[in-house]
Every structure is written in structure tokens, then in C-alpha cells.
Nanobody, 115 residues
Framework: QVQLVESGGGLVKPGGSLRLSCSAS????????MSWYRRAPGKERELVAS????????NYAASVKGRFTISRDNGKNTVYLQMNSLEPEDTAVYYC????????WGQGTQVTVSS
């Protein structure tokens, strides 16, 4: 079955960086686009970034463009989210996602940006 396991979250000060990882299994990872979403307290879940199956296409939410970078390693079945210049508004639970006839989600990893 499809499994997505996120890691790399934590507490960071404004202006800091974190790299999230999502390890995938149970499907042919290299043939599916992958995405990162986040849900901030009291807000709807929003798309942060997505990447095509062979990394030739990416897109980002306007709020993170220029600060976040999504990438993937198809040999390791892993997708990453490099987050730089973090702001308190980036505080959220971050989720890895794949759509494969239906949406699959990981358990999420908490990112807290606070001084």
C-alpha cells in the first residue's frame, strides 16, 4: 500500500532554514508528480509546491516562491522541500502528497518558526 513518511520538521528562528524529506513506498515513485502541502492553525490546507515525475517541472505558491525549493531523488523514492528565509507565517504542519486515483497523505511534520 502507498506510504508517505515525512521528516525534518522542527523549531527554527525567523530567517532560518529547514529541509523536509518524504520517503515514499508502495507505488512506482518515479512515474508520479509529488507535492507538499501545509496546514497552518485555523487555516485550510494549501498547496506549497509540486514537482513533475522527472523534475522537469515545478510550481510554487506565491507565498514561498524564491524561498522554498522542491526536489526529488527517484533512486531513493524521496521528495524534499528546502525551506530558506523562514517566516513565522510558515508555521504549519507540512504534508507530502501523491495523487494516484485518490489522494494519499503522510502523517505530517510540524514546522514552527518563532524567535
Amino acid at each position: 500500500q502507498v506510504q508517505l513518511v515525512e521528516s525534518g520538521g522542527g523549531l527554527v528562528k525567523p530567517g532560518g532554514s529547514l529541509r523536509l524529506s518524504c520517503s515514499a513506498s508502495g507505488f512506482t515513485f518515479s512515474t508520479y508528480p509529488m507535492s507538499w502541502y501545509r496546514r497552518a492553525p485555523g487555516k485550510e490546507r494549501e498547496l506549497v509546491a509540486s514537482i513533475s515525475s522527472f523534475s522537469d517541472g515545478t510550481n510554487y505558491a506565491a507565498s514561498v516562491k524564491g524561498r522554498f525549493t522542491i526536489s526529488r531523488d527517484n533512486g531513493k523514492n524521496t521528495v524534499y522541500l528546502q525551506m530558506n528565509s523562514l517566516e513565522p507565517e510558515d508555521t504549519a504542519v507540512y504534508y507530502c502528497n501523491v495523487f494516484r486515483t485518490t489522494d494519499y497523505w503522510g502523517q505530517g511534520t510540524q514546522v514552527t518558526v518563532s524567535s
